[in-house]
């Protein structure tokens, strides 16, 4: 489970040097948070290797489980 936090806070590092928003660093962040989250690791840790908020990380974890599922701005007004 080290080595998942290890792979956000490397994640992390990237994603704060790459030069362009929608580099690849920002999938490679939410998909080692996603990992971690679901391998069990507390979110609050998870958040806080991530320079998140709990729930950014839940987030990141949701949209990374169900790519399929994001929610559309329509949706929320219900």
Request: no cysteine.
């Amino acid at each position: 489970m080290e080595e998942d936090i290890r792979a956000v806070e490397e994640a992390v590092a990237t994603l704060e040097s790459a030069k362009v928003e929608h580099d690849p660093a920002a999938a490679t962040l939410q998909n080692a948070v996603a990992v971690a989250v679901t391998h069990g690791l507390p979110i609050r840790e998870v958040a806080a290797a991530a320079h998140m908020t709990a729930l950014e990380v839940l987030d990141a974890a949701d949209a990374v489980t169900y790519p399929q599922q994001a929610m559309q701005p329509w949706m929320l007004a219900q």
